[in-house]
């Protein structure tokens, strides 16, 4: 009798299976970038910020990242995007390993602050989201 139960939850389980399968985790920044900065700004991205995200991509905590050119439909949209793609939501949880790199790439946590802030004179985070692959099977 428990054999035939099991039978059919599992027939039932099998029918209700999701038709995909989660895939990477992408955070994606909505930068707008203030007058006169493009250049500076895409500067600072292909030095630090870019050796920053490779020696990440190197030590398996990301799976990409890249940089997009947006137009923006009105003075308060977004005029690039940056996404940040992690290989599943448990890589979010490495952020020392995260912080140990970054220490060793871009300096200490507080010298990391103020470029942070420095760069608040080029650029205005307008936000940002996490969003997840999903695959269809």
Not at 123 to 135: A, D, F, K, N, P
């Amino acid at each position: 009798m428990s054999l035939l139960m099991f039978a059919v939850t599992a027939s039932v389980f099998a029918q209700e299976a999701k038709p995909y399968k989660e895939g990477g985790v992408t955070e994606v920044s909505f930068i707008k970038v203030k007058p006169g900065q493009f250049n500076n700004y895409l500067k600072f991205l292909d030095g630090a910020y870019k050796a920053n995200m490779e020696a990440m991509k190197k030590a398996g905590l990301i799976t990409g990242y890249a940089v997009y050119s947006s137009q923006a439909r009105s003075p308060s949209d977004a005029d690039l995007i940056l996404t940040v793609t992690y290989p599943n939501m448990a890589a979010l949880d490495r952020s020392d390993e995260a912080d140990a790199i970054s220490v060793k790439v871009l300096g200490s946590l507080d010298s990391q602050a103020k470029a942070s802030a420095d760069r608040e004179s080029m650029r205005e985070l307008l936000g940002s989201q996490l969003t997840r692959e999903l695959i269809l099977k």
